[in-house]
């Protein structure tokens, strides 16, 4: 955290970083892992982007038309399309929720992560000019920068994948998969440990490749937004170059990322309703 002598001069590079990756949390976290604390800032544009999301499939919905469609309409039929086509292609079964889950993760986890191309000192900025920055001292925008949120939806597709696996095999196909895939029924043991360690891989890699990226991506905007903050041509120019450089990649970042996610979801999920 950033020290309290950092209010009284301007901070410096460390300062500044650390001051910006520091969450709006319940209390201060002293471990590693501890569940008490909550990053309220999280959870609220988390939940922003959810709320927008929604908002923005039911004006499409509202307003769709059978004629010649408008460029709102064509952009969302072209995300549904190419979603439905993907878990067409993946998952071997009923898609009745499979389909619009698909569809919500890739534009809860884009718009998530679009958040991203907000100004860096934006809320710190505004929470100094109107005097709340004692009471909120610390703000992040992105809920996919937060290992927390991107493990938070990680564990969500986790329990789908239980889910279906129990839907489709039925409790005792799953339990018998359990025991005897990939090697037979006669290495049990290692067959559940095995399984167990897949499970955790899955859930594990799917919260840490999203968050990996989306860290690096904010932790890049910051070192770019600090380049801007010389006081030299040199820095005034390299700032609006790199800034505008990187804003236009991370649109690429974004969108991928989101995707990624989505394909990895409708993977596992699809390989719940597949018998080995």
């Given at each position: 955290m950033a020290t309290a002598g950092a209010a009284h001069h301007a901070p410096t590079a460390s300062e500044y970083i650390v001051h910006h990756l520091g969450h709006f949390s319940t209390k201060h976290q002293d471990k590693i892992v501890d569940f008490s604390v909550i990053n309220m800032d999280t959870i609220f544009w988390a939940v922003f982007a959810g709320v927008v999301g929604c908002l923005l499939m039911w004006a499409a919905a509202r307003k769709a038309t059978s004629g010649v469609p408008g460029r709102f309409q064509a952009a969302i039929e072209m995300i549904v399309e190419m979603v439905d086509g993907q878990a067409k292609s993946i998952v071997h079964g009923d898609r009745t929720f499979i389909?619009?889950?698909?569809?919500?993760?890739?534009?809860?986890?884009?718009?998530?992560?679009s958040l991203d191309f907000l100004p860096v000192d934006m809320f710190s900025s505004f929470f100094h000019w109107v005097g709340i920055d004692h009471i909120i001292p610390y703000h992040r925008v992105v809920?996919?920068?937060?290992l927390n949120g991107t493990m938070g939806i990680a564990l969500g597709v986790f329990a789908l994948m239980i889910y279906y696996s129990f839907k489709i095999k039925g409790a005792g196909g799953f339990i018998h998969e359990l025991f005897a895939a990939p090697f037979g029924i006669w290495l049990a043991p290692f067959n559940l440990l095995l399984n167990i360690i897949e499970f955790a891989a899955k859930t594990v890699s799917l919260a840490m490749r999203l968050?990996?990226?989306?860290?690096?991506?904010e932790l890049l905007f910051l070192l770019i937004a600090l380049l801007g903050s010389t006081a030299t041509a040199f820095g005034f120019?390299?700032?609006?170059?790199?800034?505008s450089l990187w804003a236009i990649f991370h649109i690429?970042?974004?969108?991928?990322?989101?995707?990624?996610?989505?394909?990895?979801?409708?993977?596992?999920?699809g390989q719940a309703h597949e018998a080995h």
């Open positions: 389909a619009p889950l698909a569809l919500t993760v890739f534009v809860w986890v884009a718009l998530m992560n809920p996919t920068a937060d968050f990996g990226n989306m860290y690096a991506g120019l390299g700032h609006v170059v790199a800034g690429l970042i974004v969108l991928l990322q989101a995707f990624i996610f989505m394909m990895l979801t409708l993977v596992y999920i």
